[in-house]
């Protein structure tokens, strides 16, 4: 049981790991206690993007007289949503999308696959199944755990996390999201769209907190327009079950905020998942926030290296860890220099309808790193691709330096934000003057164009 590497973790980055390392010829085995794909493609990512898109239609068919269509002519039954259709498809796109057997597909490929719970004994030695494995490397990969906030009968009430919510086998009648994050706000459009009625409770003024507040209100308003209510400010502090659905209860400048709904959603966020990796063993540093590791990802085990989630400090993106992983890949096993990391611009985005992309600073945080800033703001509404398509919500907002022009971020609420950003993101990451943007030739009609207008704006003030 000697390895060349042993990989806890079979997510996106473990994954990447071993299957590169084997590429270069070494022995490789890898620890995975649950499925391999990790949490993006079984419980997260992947799944919750196929619900939206089911939503997405869903909605469109019930609003298609704006459009100048009759979906559902009359006497016919209006448009409707087959759960258990969703979720075969569900089911449908993960395995289209590992490949089938993701078991068997990684054993094929030359990886000793070990399916449980992974421990230190030593620095070189891993136990799992019983057995203990000696590797002269070892990735940890172990990704991240929902955190459940003490809450006074949460846990005899019962609650779901983004896991369970993605295979519920009925569509609930009503929820309450108890969190204001990118997990919240794409589970309470979801469900919203396929008729529960939604409420959220966040801790927060404002939801997204970390997003321009331009932005995050508008989206807000989007939300609370599609029916989902939105309590900000509250502090929940107890639950309790009744006949007519779990009374969730909260405070709010010390006056009481109250909901029911059939199920209760825990999104507060993650922590990375440490606990019973036994790391005191290995000689390798960490706390609440994660495992350390240098600029080159190796932990303070000199032949350990840590990737995706479970580091302290990290971005918790599946594109990060991929890049996280091929970095480690060249560190750990090429045998040439390492490469430090290079976060300079991390894209991400909030696949709501429309979705919310950002890359690099906020006005806020450019300003409190020392910039003098300009910025601009462009609503979409007047632009022709958003009244042809009657998708008019949404504002692009950048954030420049002032004197140079250099983008310092770049901020899209609209239809397909995600896809617009590239531009932006290698903006910020050649560190290249909004004047690169503003003289560039945007094509007509598209929602790009207004990233061209919002960074004439920046040169008009």
Same mark, same amino acid.
């Given at each position: 049981m000697d390895f060349d590497l042993v990989v806890i973790g079979a997510g996106a980055a473990g994954s990447s790991v071993a299957a590169m390392a084997v590429g270069r010829g070494a022995t490789v085995a890898m620890a995975e206690e649950l499925r391999v794909g990790g949490t993006c493609l079984n419980f997260g990512c992947d799944p919750t993007k196929t619900l939206v898109r089911s939503a997405e239609v869903l909605h469109l068919a019930r609003t298609a007289t704006r459009f100048g269509l009759e979906i559902t002519p009359s006497g016919y039954p209006a448009a409707a949503a087959d759960w258990p259709a969703v979720r075969q498809r569900i089911a449908g796109i993960i395995d289209t999308i590992r490949g089938g057997d993701g078991d068997q597909n990684v054993r094929d490929s030359g990886v000793a696959l070990f399916k449980s719970h992974a421990r230190f004994r030593s620095p070189h030695e891993i136990e799992v199944e019983g057995q203990v494995l000696r590797a002269a490397k070892v990735v940890i990969a172990a990704g991240a755990a929902t955190t459940v906030p003490a809450i006074a009968g949460l846990r005899q009430a019962g609650y779901i996390t983004n896991v369970e919510a993605v295979d519920l086998p009925m569509r609930p009648a009503s929820m309450v999201i108890v969190g204001g994050g990118v997990v919240a706000v794409e589970f309470a459009q979801i469900f919203a769209r396929f008729g529960t009625h939604v409420t959220m409770m966040a801790s927060q003024d404002r939801i997204l907190p970390h997003e321009e507040p331009e932005l995050t209100d508008a989206l807000r308003r989007v939300l609370e327009d599609e029916g989902i209510r939105i309590e900000t400010g509250v502090r929940v502090n107890r639950v309790e079950p009744g006949p007519d659905g779990k009374l969730v209860t909260g405070e709010r400048d010390g006056e009481p905020v109250t909901c029911r709904g059939e199920h209760i959603l825990v999104a507060t966020g993650r922590a990375p998942a440490v606990a019973g990796l036994n790391l005191e063993a290995a000689g390798i540093a960490y706390d609440r926030e994660g495992i350390q590791v240098d600029d080159e990802l190796r932990t303070t085990a000199p032949h350990i290296w840590a990737v =995706?989630?479970?580091?302290? =400090?990290?971005?918790?993106?599946?594109?990060?860890?991929?890049y996280q992983a091929k970095l480690v890949d060249h560190n750990a096993m090429s045998g040439e220099a390492p490469r430090p990391v290079a976060y300079g611009a991390v894209p991400w985005v909030t696949f709501t309808d429309p979705e919310l992309a950002r890359v690099g600073m906020?006005?806020?945080?450019?300003? %409190?790193? $020392?910039?003098?800033?300009?910025?601009?703001?462009?609503?979409?509404?007047?632009?022709?691709?958003?009244?042809?398509? !009657?998708?008019? !919500? $949404?504002?692009? #907002?950048?954030?420049?330096? %002032?004197?140079?022009? #250099?983008?310092? $971020? =770049?901020?899209i609420l609209a239809p397909h934000g995600g896809e617009m950003l590239g531009e932006l993101t290698l903006a910020v990451r050649l560190g290249l003057p909004v004047s690169a943007i503003a003289e560039t030739i945007h094509p007509y009609p598209t929602f790009s164009d207004v990233v061209a207008y919002a960074a004439r704006e920046i040169g008009n003030n």
């Open positions: =995706g989630d479970v580091i302290a =400090g990290g971005y918790p993106f599946t594109h990060v860890a991929s906020t006005e806020a945080e450019a300003r %409190r790193a $020392g910039h003098e800033v300009e910025t601009g703001t462009m609503a979409i509404a007047g632009f022709a691709r958003a009244i042809a398509t !009657d998708q008019r !919500d $949404g504002l692009i #907002k950048l954030v420049a330096e %002032r004197g140079s022009g #250099k983008l310092l $971020g =770049g901020h």
